[in-house]
Structure formats: C-alpha cells, structure tokens
C-alpha cells in the first residue's frame, strides 16, 4: 500500500513540473534586464593638510580668572562693562523681592490706580505690588513696563569673564488653576 502512495504521488508531482516554464523564464529576463542599479561614485578624497597651532599672544582659555571671578562680587575679575550694578545701592534699598529668584516670582494680578500700572506677585505665600523702577530678583533685576498680562524687566547679568551685560526677562499673569482661561 506504501509503494502504491508512493508511486502517486510522484507521479503527481511530475504532472505539476511539466517543463512549461518557458514563459515565466521569458518573463524574468524581460524584466530584470534594466534592473542594473545607478550608484554614483564616491567623492575624491582630499588629502589631510595640517594646521600649524600658534597660541602665542592669544587668551589663555583655561586660566582660573576667565573660568570663574574671584572677588565677592565679581567686580575685579572683569572690565565691569557699561552695565556695572551699584552693589551698595542694593545694600540700602534691601527690597524683599530681590531677595528670591525671578523664576519664583509669579504675577497674579493687575491694577491701574491714578492711571499707573502695579503688579501684583505672589511669592513665597506673600503679595506683594510693584510699580516700574522697582527693582525684583537676584540679578538687579528693574520693572521697565508693566501691562495687565505681563511684567517685563531689564536684568543685569554677568558672564564668566567679569562683563555685565543686559537681559530682558517678562513675568507672564498666571491664571487660576482649574479654570478655562
């Protein structure tokens, strides 16, 4: 009964392989005789030329007085710049909200009273008001404008070398948590 299966199923097998596959090798080389890929050639190579290094007479980038100033209030280490703050003045006015970052600093609200603008920020669970010319944050921060959705304010700031220079930095009016404003 083996032989039997055996022998039919080879028989079978030789009935689907008939040879009739002139068509589909026509077909193939039809087909993949444009099938060459277009690759385009590598670039030349230029050949490796040497810069000569002369440090002579240049800034010393690794001297500690350009990393990081030396006085208490880094005012020796630099030029100073056009942008100096008055250290002592800061002494005197000892305003509360110099005392804390101006990221910490959040405007929560508005008021215009005899026609000048105040803004009022919340920090450390205090309000307190503003008016421009107050000075706020750690970086002599002075209020320069205020408006009924922002605070902007000129910041004095200095780089590692010693210069001061200015930044403008804005406190945004924070909406109410849990509101669709």
Same mark, same amino acid.
């Given at each position: 009964m083996k032989r039997i299966m055996l022998i039919a199923l080879c028989a079978l097998l030789g009935a689907c392989s008939d040879g009739d596959q002139e068509e589909l090798t026509q077909w193939?080389? /039809?087909n993949s005789a444009n099938l +060459?890929?277009?690759? =385009? =050639?590598?670039p030349q190579v230029k050949p490796y030329e040497p810069v000569p290094y002369e440090a002579e007479g240049s800034l010393d980038p690794f001297k500690s007085? *350009?990393? /990081?100033? /030396?006085? *208490?209030? *880094?005012q020796v280490a630099g030029k100073g710049g056009d942008f100096? =703050?008055?250290? /002592?003045? +800061? $002494? &005197? +006015?000892n305003s509360f909200l110099e005392k804390y970052p101006i $990221?910490? &600093?959040k405007m929560i609200g508005y008021l215009n009273v005899n026609n000048k603008p105040l803004g009022v920020i919340l920090v450390d669970g205090?309000? *307190?008001q503003v008016k421009v010319g107050d000075y706020i944050g750690l970086d002599f921060g002075a209020v320069t404008k205020i408006t009924d959705k922002e605070i $902007?304010? +000129? $910041?004095l700031i200095q780089d590692s070398a010693g210069d001061w220079s200015e930044r403008s930095s804005s406190l945004y009016l924070q909406s109410k948590e849990g509101s669709n404003k």
């Open positions: 193939m080389t /039809e +060459r890929g277009n690759i =385009p =050639p590598l007085t *350009k990393l /990081e100033p /030396e006085s *208490k209030y *880094k100096q =703050p008055d250290f /002592e003045a +800061r $002494e &005197l +006015r $990221e910490s &600093l205090k309000i *307190k $902007e304010v +000129r $910041e």
